[in-house]
T-cell receptor
């Protein structure tokens, strides 16, 4: 299965700023997925990113708040914009293969 | 609406005994189920899966049982080891509807295996 390098592992950000999370995969993958895990909650799919096309967002998530880039088949970024304390969560990227492989996650705290 | 439910937030067992983690689902379109293990500061790691055409799948110490009529699945770990202490997530997907990649997760169960 693929190996994913996700950065940063954690960050503390001020309200109103943005955080960009990166995921690098060691092999080419068609689809990459971004999840959010709010405190005490389950993992929720934010969007699916295909290379060369716009990401597909799940209900409740919009591109203005969670812009995604997918410049090639091994890399993707998720930006969480205009941060508020409610955005404090763990964000994870994932790819197909091996029962879906996940990055190690980014723990975001908004103060 | 929580479509995948893990009603036990935590479970504690003795080393060498069986651990049974339970998961219920409400969406009858789900036909593929997965279990993940998650250690602190790491992403979820795939453990085992089962398709709805089966009622049991085994991989070493891990066995998943699926009861479609009850919309219930369980993960059995035998024998349990201290290294199994982690949060276990149940997840499900539906192969129809064009979104077969989408996983719906439960909230997880924290398993503690005591030496």
């Amino acid at each position: 299965s693929a190996v994913i390098s996700q950065k940063p592992s954690r960050d503390i950000c001020q309200r109103g700023t943005s955080l960009t999370i990166q995921c690098q995969v060691d092999s080419q993958v068609t689809m990459m997925f971004w999840y959010r895990q709010q405190p005490g909650q389950s993992l929720t799919l934010i969007a699916t990113a295909n290379q060369g096309s716009e990401a597909t967002y799940e209900s409740g998530f919009v591109i203005d708040k969670f812009p995604i880039s997918r410049p090639n088949l091994t890399f993707s970024t998720l930006t969480v914009s205009n941060l508020s304390p409610e955005d404090s969560s763990i964000y994870l990227c994932s790819v197909e293969g091996g029962g879906y492989t996940f990055g190690s996650g980014t723990r975001l705290t908004v103060v | 609406d929580q479509q995948v439910k893990q009603n036990s937030p935590s479970l504690s067992v003795q080393e060498g005994r069986i651990s049974i983690l339970n998961c219920d689902y409400t969406n009858s379109m789900f036909d593929y189920f997965l279990w993940y293990k998650k250690y602190p500061a790491e992403g979820p790691t795939f453990l085992i899966s089962i398709s709805s055409i089966k009622d049991k799948n085994e991989d070493g110490r891990f066995t998943v049982f699926l009861n479609k009529s009850a919309k219930h699945l369980s993960l059995h770990i035998v024998p349990s080891q201290p290294g199994d202490s982690a949060v276990y997530f149940c997840a499900a997907s539906a192969s129809s509807g064009g979104s077969n990649y989408k996983l719906t997760f439960g909230k997880g169960t924290l398993l503690t295996v005591n030496p």
